[in-house]
């Protein structure tokens, strides 16, 4: 099972005739670590509780839906291998910024997954940093006097930050913020960029041509 099956695509293959790139996961048969283990219970607590599930019924709803969406086969927290559980911990947060579930503590310390938190983050638009509403920080920057709406978007590092967290990127600097919410830019698919709303197919092929 490869990125692109984490949610609705969060990572994206994508293959250029320019530059072929394959995508080569490595399944990490080692039973999951107990750090993995107490961030799985605990998002399970808080969405239990905040949906009014029994913990052990919505761990079951929440493995059935898992199964279905990724064809995996059933498996036990208990020593499950460390590659499905950072999945199934996507998943969860996933199914939180979908659902708007609270949490007792940010999703950034949550996450197995640094790299598919943030593209999930910036595919909610959900700050990176404090889960509120965010608009698309680029963190390589478009430049003065160009036009964002004309600007080729692709290939650039983003990040989700609600407009607290944006200034506060503007005036730190991006290493010294990144070093001290310990966050990273992603480079969205094109076809996220085009859900976003920053370019359009359109405009991509303009430029392209």
Known sequence: INDQQIIDNLRQFE????????????????????????????????????????????????????????????????????????????????????????MNQPLRERTDDLDVYMLQSLRHR??????????????????????????????????ALCRIHHQLAGDMGWQTFSELFHVVGVVPSSEMIKSLGLMTQKRMNEIDE
């Open 15 to 102: 293959i250029s005739m320019e530059k072929p790139e394959i995508t080569l996961r490595i399944v990490d048969k080692r039973n999951l670590s107990p750090r993995q283990r107490r961030k799985t219970y605990a998002m399970l607590r808080d969405m239990s509780n905040w949906t009014g599930y029994e913990l052990e019924d919505y761990k079951q709803l929440m493995k059935g839906m898992f199964y279905e969406a990724f064809g995996t086969e059933p498996f036990s927290l208990a020593n499950t291998d460390m590659t499905t559980a950072r999945m199934f911990i996507s998943f969860l947060i996933e199914v939180a910024l979908e659902q708007g579930i609270p």
């Open 126 to 159: 959900s700050c990176a940093i404090c889960g509120q509403h965010a608009d698309i920080h680029h963190i390589d920057a478009i430049g003065m006097g160009n036009d964002r709406t004309t600007a080729d978007h692709r290939g650039r590092k983003m990040i």
